[in-house]
């Protein structure tokens, strides 16, 4: 079946919670306590060992299968504008948020500042200097958040839009 990116992902999703809530569900029903001379099958929880593992087995399949079809989609698949593929921008993207955070840390400090808690020989104050032009980091600064924001953009329409082929249940 032929489906987006999101929607790929929000089926792995699912998958996962199927798979979870049966591995919850074996494990309260594969065991149970019965007090002596209480009839242990009256209070015996519904559970099919083989019909669990099954099932289990056909859910770990499908996440297998939806996971490839992602995995080959992301590797393949380009990103309009960027010259890359969505793999590449899942990298790209971190890397940016990053240097986004330190231009930001850059650009919140003074050119002369004095520093916190510390008072050289003789009651003089020691500051800290930045060996940087403030300007240019703040010009950075626009131009990463600019990009980023390019970058995620570019990469959420791909995701909502590109179909990809997912082998059916």
């Known amino acids: 079946m032929k489906i987006t990116s999101a929607e790929a992902a929000k089926l792995l999703k699912k998958l996962k919670e199927q798979l979870n809530d049966s591995l919850n569900h074996e494990q309260l029903s594969r065991e149970f306590t019965a007090s002596l001379g209480e009839n242990p099958d009256a209070v015996r929880p519904e559970y099919d060992y083989a019909a669990e593992q099954k099932y ?32 590449q921008m899942l990298v790209y993207i971190p890397q940016l ?11 919140n400090k003074l050119p002369k500042q004095r520093k916190e808690g510390s008072f050289g020989t003789a009651g003089i104050v020691d500051y800290i200097y930045a060996n ?11 131009a990463v958040s600019d990009e980023l924001a390019k970058a995620q953009t570019a990469l959420d329409l791909l ?4 179909l990809l082929e ?3 249940a």
Not at 59 to 77: D, P, Q, T, W
Request: glycine share 4%; charged share 35%.
């Open 97 to 107: 948020t990053e240097k986004k955070n330190k231009l930001a840390e850059m650009a």
């Open 159 to 162: 995701n909502s839009t590109e």
């Open 56 to 87: 289990q087995a056909e859910i770990e399949g499908r996440i297998r299968a939806v996971r490839h079809a992602i995995s080959m989609f992301n590797l393949n698949c380009e990103v309009s504008g960027f010259n890359m593929t969505v793999d």
């Open 132 to 142: 940087y032009d403030p300007k240019r980091v703040q010009e950075d600064y626009r």
């Open 166 to 168: 997912v082998p059916e």
